[in-house]
């Protein structure tokens, strides 16, 4: 199947069975199903001129209001006008904690399933789109700078054109494709969560090589003030990682390039088809060849947190407790047992935070947390622990199998503990319910049987 056609059915899958759990519970609204962007960064202003086609669809059923309104969840975007079919819809803003655009549609729109709304608006440099004097990048918070019709955690396909100066070089999600005028264009046929989608644009030093993997992308690697000899030595673990994580996972990525930006500062961010990395973070692995942590976890997330994603976000540690166990498993493979055990003890220490806070909950827990850093406590550090419990009381060849079988079988959708708690058991000879009850749903220790908790 060609990746077009691929990308239109698993748009079809995810779709019906996204809309259908929302009318389910009477909530049906109209989502974004794909999004066609034309963009033009001012680098002066630090602002974002942008042009959307987004294309909508809402579920029939009897459970279900029909809408009359589409939520655009974007309050702090400029939105300047949106048209259906030519006309000039009624727009304003919505203020309290469910701020958002409002659009109102006319009585004929509303008999339909699908509609196709054009969009013009602005959005201002800030948390989620941000401006170096020559290059900018989006991370995580899409909804920032992106006319969003549907929550960060639904999926969508794009199309992104990006209007740039002379000599500038672009990133975005998917695959390259060719250029009109300086006009750079790209795209993303399966769908995404949305806070995976974004781009990338500026004045970038630019390596590319074959990975060495049949069946797997290009590696790109990119930089804002490295050049291409330092972008080599840098991410020259990439392809091993590669190779690791596709087996593992028994899928390959579906785009033809995976791409690694190298920009100033600290972050560090997965998006559909590649990674936003801070020189802070990397720079260090020229001096300790283990600290590779970085390039591991956010190419560990093109599969989970990616391709697979969380459907709702009290399972957030299926994204980012799999991957940080992911990255340790790469260290064990790649370093050795002292490596991998160095990492269990950071977990550990992580989880002593939430525990001296009081705040040691379950996995999927689905209140509200005190703060960023004892969610991550939650999340990342106990999910980790988690998955190595899941391990030893499995054993390799079966947990191997289990995640292979839980990645393969949810490709390119959302999904809940209860799926991976499915797969996992699929491949297992023992009974797995004990122990997701006791980490995921009820219990709030991070001690469980096979793993020996440190004090």
Known sequence: MRATERGREWRRCWAGSFLALLASTGQADWLGQHYALRLRPDFAQQTLDGEAQIELTQQSSALAKTQNTVQLRSPRLDISAVRLEGQVLPLRRLDGPEASWQVDLPAHATRQT????????????????????????????????????????????????????????????????????RVQRWQQDLPYPLYTLGFAAGRFSRVQM????????????????????????????????????????????????????LLPGGVAQEASSYALIGRRM????????????????????????????????????????????????????????????????LFQKGVQRARDAGFDKPLSWPGDYPSLSLKRAVHYSKGAL??????????????????????????????????????????????????????????????????????
Request: proline share 5%; aromatic share 12%; hydrophobic share 45%.
């Open 282 to 345: 990397l720079d260090p692995i020229l001096e300790t060849p283990q600290e590779d942590w970085v390039i591991a976890h956010e190419l560990a997330h093109q599969w989970w947190g990616n391709l697979l994603s969380c459907a709702q976000w009290h399972d957030f540690w299926l994204n980012e407790g799999i991957t940080t166990f992911m990255t340790a498993a790469w260290k064990q493979h790649r370093w050795g047992e002292a490596a991998y055990q160095r990492e269990l003890g």
């Open 114 to 181: 699908r509609l196709s709304l054009n969009i013009r608006y602005r959005a201002q440099a800030g948390e989620g789109l941000v401006f170096g004097p020559e290059h900018v990048y989006t991370a995580f918070h899409s909804c920032q700078w992106l006319p969003c019709a549907g929550p960060d955690l639904s999926r969508a396909s794009i199309e992104i054109s990006l209007d740039l100066p002379e000599g500038f070089d672009s990133l975005a999600s998917g695959r390259s494709l060719p250029a009109v005028g």
């Open 386 to 455: 988690f998955m190595v419990a899941l391990r030893e009381h499995m054993g390799d060849r079966d947990f191997w199998a289990g995640l292979r079988h839980y990645t393969q079988s949810h490709a390119g959708r959302s999904v809940q503990a209860a799926d991976f708690q499915k797969a996992m058991q699929a491949q297992s000879e023992r009974d797995l319910g004990p122990l997701f009850q006791h980490w995921v749903f009820e219990g709030a220790s991070a001690s469980a049987p096979g793993l020996k908790a440190e004090r």
């Open 210 to 261: 074959d990975s060495g993997l049949v069946g797997q992308p290009e590696l790109a690697f990119l930089g804002v003030s490295d050049d291409t000899e330092a972008l080599r030595a840098k991410f020259a673990p990439s392809a091993a990682m590669l190779a690791f994580f596709s087996d593992k996972a028994g899928v390959a990525l579906p785009q033809p390039v995976y791409s690694q930006l």
